[in-house]
């Protein structure tokens, strides 16, 4: 897989990721891809759809802290309002992972 063209750091500056704890989690019934997500970043919940159903079961997501896009554009998936987007890596049979930190950190926290 190629890298992709490079971008100013002022083109990165502008993506807000933020550290977030998982508060709920739910199987949206009428997609097989999806689940619904609020996660606390600190200042505010956010509703997060995202398409990891078929490899994380939605009661060991709550409590997880994982990494988001905060300042990514609202978008509609199933008829569910996301607001932001999970940090995921492709394992080796192309499912994601999701992103965590190693240890612990406050909600909110920017990353830098």
Not at 3 to 23: E, H, N, Y
Not at 33 to 54: S, T
Not at 73 to 93: D, F, P
Request: glycine share 8%.
């Amino acid at each position: 897989m190629e890298i992709k063209p490079a971008i100013s750091f002022d083109d990165f500056s502008r993506i807000d990721l933020r550290v977030g704890t998982i508060i709920s989690a739910d199987d949206l019934e009428e997609s097989n891809k999806l689940i619904k997500l609020v996660v606390d970043i600190g200042i505010e919940k956010r509703q997060i759809i995202a398409g990891v159903k078929k490899y994380y079961k939605v009661e060991d997501l709550v409590g997880k802290q994982v990494l988001i896009i905060a300042n990514l554009e609202s978008k509609s998936l199933a008829g569910y309002e996301s607001q932001g987007m999970l940090l995921a890596a492709n394992n080796e049979e192309g499912g994601p992972v999701i992103l965590m930190p190693e240890k612990e950190v406050v909600d909110g926290a920017i990353i830098k």
